[in-house]
């Protein structure tokens, strides 16, 4: 336990950098916001578009995050350290993954506010709306950090890691869009068959946890 | 939507058929040209053990002569 | 006592070319046409059983990874190997097949509201990324216990993107690729199991032929290295994993 809370706080304000980025999220956000405002032309959005434009924007903050995931590991032999100490394997995938997890939060904590005032009529949905966010980000992290963990090894690792990473996300997409969908819609947020959609992703979080849980010991193994 | 007229719908179902056999005939192929490399070169390797036991047989002669 | 052998890889593969030829004979001259899309529904038999033997193939990959991982014996990480490697292959089928069968009864060659096409695509993108996985890591070990982690991950994967993409189509819309409206009659059931059956046949008999080429082309390595000292033209590829001796079963 300790192990997994000296990770993670390490990771958090040196890796990550997660309060001090705050000001570069928030450009990031912008700038996204942005292009796609011009590359859609449309000055406002609701329902699937609204849906779609915010996922993406947090997905492009993700795949970032993930690129840097295990920089400090590969660069300064953490994953031996880990291999010598006493310590479950296991910590290192879950510090991994709630850094990721708390990253993703204050992103969206930045971008979401900033994606109702740039583009939506009104900001009835938001509410729900971070459950639908909050249940992605755990599965963001759990298969995240999997994935950036296999990349970290490999050459072209920057390549890799998004590669793999996005067809396994395919099922967060679908779920989160399907309900930004319904609470941004033109005429305001309905809530029917929301329940759905929030258990899709609680069962993709659940099932990739427990595999990174399973698996990541023969991660980490020489 | 209405179904194809026969000759119509001939040609797709012909087709989807078509690419499976080609799909299967080239993976065949590809597999026969490697099994003839491995043929092949065990071939060469069984040449090249022969030699060598043509020399030492032949060394064995000429100490023993 | 006499152990139960598995049959050799020459035997399957005459039983697939059989059952094959026994499935797309009732196909043709034994199975109705089917009342709504007519002859082109004779696709089904060819589409159906290949996607349903490459999303097994998967998941089988997926099994011989857990035990790769469980035992270390490379035998598994090549058993996996070729197991995605052929599902890939077939993946290919179904989505000529799929594409070819869409613009046939509804005028595009794609169609999204097609659910389990579109979940297809989606697994195979994810399956197309082994490659480079595989090819970017060096270390050979590493390569092949990163592999089995992915085949895992992968594996699960596979039915909860089904389940996603079929939720995500509206209730309204008409599947593309409904046959009949109620089930299928027992005439096209049975030529469909016969098909499913051949195409299981053929996936097998490929899998096993890969590995024994592979198995050959391992034991030609060791032969050349013991011989000469130099591996000349048989360097090995960088990711097909090499299969140890007698790995492929008995043959």
């Known amino acids: 336990m300790s192990a997994f809370r000296a990770i993670l706080a390490k990771d958090l304000r040196v890796e990550l950098r997660t309060l001090e980025s705050v000001p570069a999220m928030a450009l990031f956000a912008v700038t996204t916001f942005v292009l796609f405002r011009f590359g859609l032309d449309r000055d406002s959005l609701a329902g699937g578009l609204a849906g779609g434009v915010l996922l993406a924007t947090i997905l492009f903050a993700a795949i970032v995050a993930v690129n840097r995931l295990f920089v400090a590991e590969r660069e300064q032999g953490g994953f031996d350290a880990i291999r010598l100490a006493p310590v479950d394997a296991v910590a290192l995938w879950a510090a991994k993954a709630v850094a990721l997890v708390i990253y993703l939060a204050a992103f969206e904590l930045v971008a979401v506010p900033i994606f109702a005032a740039f583009f939506l009529d009104s900001w009835a949905g938001i509410g729900p709306l971070v459950a639908i966010l909050a249940l992605a980000d755990l599965g963001l992290g759990a298969v995240g950090a999997l994935v950036s963990s296999l990349a970290a090894s490999s050459r072209a690792r920057d390549l890799v890691g998004p590669l793999v990473l996005l067809p396994l996300l395919v099922p967060v997409m679908i779920a989160s869009a399907k309900g930004a969908e319904q609470l941004l819609a033109a005429g305001g947020p309905s809530y029917s068959g929301l329940g759905k959609w929030l258990a899709i992703l609680a069962l993709y979080d659940l099932t990739f946890a427990a595999i990174g849980f399973a698996v990541f010991d023969f991660v980490i193994e020489d | 939507m209405p179904a194809l007229p026969l000759h119509e719908a001939g040609k797709y179902v012909a087709a989807a058929y078509i690419v499976f056999l080609v799909l299967l005939a080239v993976y065949v192929a590809i597999m026969a040209a490697k099994v003839a490399r491995i043929d092949r070169e065990l071939g060469e390797l069984a040449e090249l053990a022969e030699a060598r036991e043509r020399e030492r047989s032949g060394e064995r002669e000429e100490v023993a002569a | 006592m006499k152990v139960p052998s598995v ?229 090995g590829s960088r990711i097909a994993p090499a299969v140890p001796p007698r790995a492929a079963g008995p043959s």
């Not at chain 3, 059983?49 to 990959?61: D, E, Q, S, T």
């Not at chain 3, 469980?70 to 598994?76: F, L, V």
């Not at chain 3, 697994?123 to 990163?146: E, G, K, M, N, S």
């Not at chain 3, 039915?159 to 209730?171: G, S, T």
Request: net charge positive; hydrophobic share 55%.
């Open chain 3, 7 to 235: 049959p050799s890889p020459r035997t399957t593969a005459i039983a697939a070319v059989a059952l094959l030829a026994a499935g797309y004979s009732l196909v043709f001259f034994y199975a109705p046409n089917d009342a709504d899309q007519g002859f082109i529904q004779k696709i089904f038999y060819l589409h159906v059983p290949l996607a349903i033997c490459a999303l097994l193939g998967f998941i089988l990959a997926g099994i011989h990874s857990i035990r790769h991982l469980q035992t270390g014996d490379a035998k598994h990480d090549a058993r996996s190997y070729v197991s995605i490697h052929i599902s890939v292959i077939f993946g290919v089928a179904v989505l000529a097949t799929g594409a070819i069968w869409a613009r046939a009864s509804w005028g595009k060659w794609w169609v999204w509201q097609e659910p389990t096409l579109v979940s297809f695509l989606i697994v195979f993108l994810l399956y197309c990324t082994y490659y480079p996985l595989r090819y970017a890591i060096a270390d050979r070990d590493r390569q092949a216990r990163y592999a089995s982690v992915f085949a895992i991950t992968a594996g699960a994967f596979v039915p909860l993107n089904f389940v996603a993409v079929r939720l995500a189509q509206p209730l309204v819309h008409p599947r593309v690729f409904a046959t009949a409206n109620g089930g299928l009659p027992a005439s096209m059931l049975f030529t469909f199991l016969v098909c499913l059956a051949a195409m299981a046949l053929l996936w097998i008999t490929l899998v096993r032929f890969e590995l024994a080429a592979k198995s050959s082309a391992g034991r030609l390595r060791r032969l050349r290295r013991a011989l000469d000292g130099d591996l000349g033209l048989a360097g």
